[in-house]
Nanobody, 125 residues
């Protein structure tokens, strides 16, 4: 069974950090481009970051550039999103997604064929 599972969300104070994990089951994550998205109730899903294949180049949405880092651990079949200096505007459900084909635009959800169930991130004092 092909499955993506996110973990690592939670409640954090402004200025704090979290590390989200996206682990693949049933397929090798290194063969896929991986994107992280976030979505608030009633809003469209927003692209946050991606890591491509091959080569592993990365992209970030402007508001998270310099605060978030995406990386792969192939031994664990996992992609991470390290989020630093979080602020309340980062509060959302975060999803990871996989695309076997090279990405034309990392923040277009239609390019991704597999999605995780999401993990809640809440930034509040």
């Amino acid at each position: 069974q092909v499955q993506l599972v996110e973990s690592g969300g939670g409640l954090v104070q402004p200025g704090g950090s979290l590390r989200l994990s996206c682990t693949a089951y049933g397929f090798t994550l290194d063969n896929y481009a991986i994107g992280w998205f976030r979505q608030a109730p009633g809003k469209e899903r927003e692209g946050v970051s991606c890591i491509s294949r091959p080569g592993g180049s990365t992209q970030y949405e402007d508001s998270v550039e310099g605060r978030f880092t995406i990386s792969r651990d192939n031994a664990k079949n996992t992609v991470y999103l390290i989020m630093n200096n979080l602020n309340p505007e980062d509060t959302d459900v975060y999803y990871c997604a996989a695309s076997y084909n090279p990405l034309r635009a990392y923040d277009s959800p239609v390019q991704y064929t597999s999605w995780g169930q999401g993990t809640q991130v809440t930034v509040s004092s």
